[in-house]
């Protein structure tokens, strides 16, 4: 994963006021420290960023549950957890609709 932080950061860089962020953790297993720190690192950056809503869909592997919910709340913007990709979409898009109607 090389490019990890780089390309979060080039996501960012490009992020404008009230963008939204679906995180597809589905695939995730259990990390080493190592991974989690690039994940902590990944969240501080995004804590500082002007995304307004994210959406977690969830892994399916317990303990990466729980490493992704310590990452989410070390961003501090609080995140919608869900099982489906479209609900998490459709979820952004009112977030986002009715924050702008």
């Known amino acids: 994963m090389p490019k990890y932080l ?32 690039m994940h902590e690192a990944a969240a501080n950056r995004l804590a500082d ?24 709340k070390q961003i501090g913007k609080g995140s919608i957890k869900m099982a489906d990709i479209v609900l998490g979409e459709n979820i952004l898009d009112q977030l986002t609709n009715n924050h702008t109607s």
Not at 8 to 36: S, Y
């Open 6 to 37: 780089s390309d979060w950061e080039k996501a960012i860089q490009l992020a404008q006021p009230g963008f939204t962020l679906l995180v597809d953790c589905r695939n995730m297993l259990t990390h080493l420290v190592a991974v989690k720190k």
């Open 49 to 72: 960023s002007p995304i307004s809503y994210m959406a977690e869909v969830s892994p399916t592997d317990r303990i990466a549950v729980l490493q992704v919910s310590g990452v989410m």
